[in-house]
């Protein structure tokens, strides 16, 4: 073999092998710039499903066809068009599925023949009872008295008809009537939860109820003012109430303490009368707050919002 024809099949191996490598080096290249492509578009479709049906829950129970639409509509935000996404509401109106679907037409893999690829995310988020919170206000509600919806006397003047001494005043973070003002005021700023201890509070504090509920309620800005029919999300008219049973009596067989049994929420429309014919009313609504949901909590309106999947 001469030294010229050894050179030319060294140079045939040396083009076969870059032609090779050539190969290899798109094949990655198409790999990486394409799954990073896909990666992005997964993230941001992931991202923008999961806030859609966040957001689309929190109209849940009350308004669900409202909570589709919601959810849509934060889609479409955040970059998810009405083509691509979809939103179904599970039959028990308390949580929603989304699914979303995009053809993402690839770079780089088009060489190796594959041109688009579909990128498929889904989420789910659900409202829950929560199991505790803090900001509630010191009434307590028994849960056999507990209703939904209607017009109701929150706490009455006269005391509780069926444990005689005890008018509905809660001691929260301590006892007295300046206390007690405050948390309604405010609310109590402490965590309660549900299977806590609370001391009732004595004498039916007519003065300091008067107080803290007119606050509340001239802390409405809206027009019109919140009422049980239209209200604004986060309007101080709306309170968090715990729902209780009576846990002790005391020796005179009147309410000592109560145990907490689960979380309502309140909106409170009016004050009226004085002394023994003060009243509270409003009515208890459905209503979703950033607390922790439960699975095993009573159910009595006031929810948190997760996402599940
Ligand atoms: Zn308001």
Do not use: M, Q, Y
């Given at each position: 073999m001469s030294l010229s024809n050894f050179r030319s099949n060294e140079e045939g191996s040396v083009s076969t092998l870059v032609a090779l490598l050539m190969v290899v080096l798109v094949g990655t290249l198409a790999l990486v710039t394409d799954a990073g492509l896909l990666y992005i578009n997964q993230g941001k479709m992931h991202n923008a499903l999961d806030s859609a049906v966040l957001a689309g829950v929190r109209e849940l129970p009350a308004n669900p066809q409202e909570a589709l639409q919601v959810a849509g509509n934060y889609g479409s935000l955040n970059g998810l068009s009405t083509e691509e996404a979809s939103f179904q509401l599970d039959s028990d109106q308390h949580s929603i599925s989304g699914y979303a679907e995009r053809q993402v037409e690839l770079g780089f893999a088009r060489a190796l023949g594959f041109t688009s690829k579909i990128v498929a995310v889904s989420a789910k988020a659900r409202i829950a009872p929560i199991s505790s919170t803090g900001g509630v206000v010191p009434f307590g509600v028994i849960e056999g008295n507990f209703t939904f919806g209607q017009e109701i006397?929150?706490?009455?003047?006269?005391?509780?008809q069926e444990y005689n001494?005890?008018?509905g005043a809660l001691s929260l973070g301590g006892s007295g009537a300046h206390i007690y003002r405050d948390n309604i005021k405010y609310g109590y700023p402490e965590e309660i939860s549900i299977g806590d201890i609370i001391d009732i509070e004595a004498g039916n504090m007519s003065g300091p109820t008067r107080a803290g509920v007119e606050y509340r309620l001239n802390q409405c800005e809206h027009i019109p003012q919140c009422s049980i029919n239209s209200y604004v999300e986060g309007?101080?008219?709306i309170l968090i109430v715990p729902i209780v049973n009576i846990e002790e009596l005391n020796e005179s067989g009147h309410p000592f303490t109560v145990k907490v049994k689960g979380f309502g929420a309140f909106l409170v429309e009016e004050y009226t009368g004085n002394?023994?014919?003060n009243q509270v009313r409003g009515a208890f609504i459905q209503y979703v707050i950033p607390g922790k949901p439960s699975s095993d909590a009573g159910d009595f309106g006031l929810y948190g919002v997760q996402l599940i999947e």
């Open positions: 006397t929150l706490k009455e003047g006269a005391g509780d001494g005890w008018f309007c101080p008219r002394g023994n014919d």
